[in-house]
């Protein structure tokens, strides 16, 4: 016991893996073989190396960045580090958790991996204590008693998603809003010293008075001055299935000039702009101390899969009727919705943009951003774009 309590206590404190106990994987009732998962922060993982043993292989590694592909019973997954979703035969599911790179290679979350294999391949999966049940829909069903499937192996978000969504259908819907920064992280800071993660919650709390009095159910990612990590603001808009995900910024230039309001989402850059305002809001990574990701340039290949594609068409137009609504009614200049790399939109299984209100480091703009009264305008402007995505868009 006390053994198991110092490996616990070690693993939280280093993030690293502890051996847990072997979980044997049966297919339409035979067994295919046992596993060895891993647990970390109390989920279970289990190494690529691990999958191929039972799924048969081959296996590519790509020649740089971790990524690797490998086939199970004739289906390609590919996995690449830090990101939460495999791309299996050509879709990318949501695997609940990132992907980690350990000293054994890739660590792949257990449960949400099996999940999304089963849904890939139309199968049925059951989760027990010290089996997987794999079987093909044909499979007669009748002598497995359903309440079983309760019996979950980890604690990783059970319940995922993939394109035919049913989250709040006939509602108007859940939407979490982040406001930028906090806590340790003050966001950029303007020319008078006003911090961007001072203005982000007020504006961020306003939009959530105002959302929630036209019948949206709002979670804010924080409602103090508290530092969360970028990965943990879209966990939790992924694990509470939201419909929708609005991360408030201010932007900020070396330059005084730039002024103005802009939607973003998640794509490649396009433009040293919207590189930029990426970097910018990706800084936050500095002061996590992640050791995976410790380096800007790493985001360049998590970009490359695209994972946030099924939501990029809804999450441009989100991002350019919002950035409207504001220009419109905060009488700020509409620079032009840009897809860039913000980390904090490339977990969200769901439409989601990043908005940078106005240019803190522009004094004018500093001055108009501290204004209660210009903070409600922009609150109610971006409420104004929720609304009429909702409506035109997202109904
Ligand atoms: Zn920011």
């Not at 985001?299 to 068409?313: E, K, N």
Request: with cysteine; proline share 5%.
């Amino acid at each position: 016991m006390r053994k198991i309590l110092i490996i616990t206590i070690v693993s939280i404190l280093t993030g690293a893996f502890a051996q847990s106990d072997s979980i044997v994987v049966l297919r339409d009732n035979e067994s295919v073989g046992i596993l060895f998962p891993m647990v970390s922060d109390g989920y279970l993982y289990i190494s690529t190396d691990q999958l191929v043993t039972i799924g048969g292989g081959p296996r590519y590694f790509a020649n740089e960045k971790f990524k690797e592909s490998i086939r199970m019973w004739g289906t390609r997954i590919v996995f690449s580090p830090e990101n939460p979703f495999a791309v299996i035969d050509g879709t990318p599911y949501n695997l609940g958790l990132p992907v980690r790179l350990s000293k054994n290679g890739l660590m792949v979350p257990f449960t949400g991996f099996f999940e999304a294999f089963a849904l890939a391949a139309h199968n049925k999966i059951i989760f027990h204590t010290d089996t997987v049940k794999l079987s093909s829909i044909e499979q007669n069903f009748s002598e497995i008693p359903e309440t079983t499937e309760t019996e979950s192996v980890s604690q990783t978000p059970t319940k995922r998603e993939n394109k035919n969504s049913t989250r709040n259908e006939g509602k108007k819907g859940l939407i979490v809003i982040d406001p930028g920064h906090g806590g340790k992280d003050p966001g950029a800071i303007g020319p008078s010293g006003i911090r961007e993660k001072d203005i982000t919650l007020v504006i961020a709390k306003d939009l959530k008075n105002e959302l929630e009095n036209r019948g949206y159910k709002i979670i804010l990612t924080r409602d103090s001055d508290i530092f969360i990590s970028l990965a943990d603001r879209s966990k939790l808009a992924n694990k509470l299935k939201a419909d929708l995900f609005v991360s408030i910024h201010c932007n900020a230039s070396k330059k005084k000039e730039p002024h103005g309001t802009q939607g973003f989402y998640l794509s490649p850059a396009k433009t040293d702009e919207a590189r930029a305002a990426a970097a910018l809001e990706n800084k936050s990574l500095l002061i996590e101390n992640d050791p995976i990701i410790d380096n800007l340039s790493e985001l360049q290949y998590i970009m490359a899969d695209m994972v946030q594609s099924t939501y990029q068409r809804e999450s441009s137009i989100l991002s350019y009727i919002i950035e409207q609504n504001i220009s419109k009614e905060a009488n700020l200049e509409a620079r032009g919705p840009q897809g860039a790399g913000f980390y904090v939109l490339y977990g969200n299984y769901m439409p989601a943009v990043l908005i940078e209100t106005a240019f803190i480091s522009n004094k004018k703009e500093e001055k108009f951003l501290t204004l209660p009264n210009n903070q409600k305008k922009i609150a109610n402007a971006i409420a104004d774009g929720i609304d009429q995505f909702w409506e035109n868009i997202k109904k």
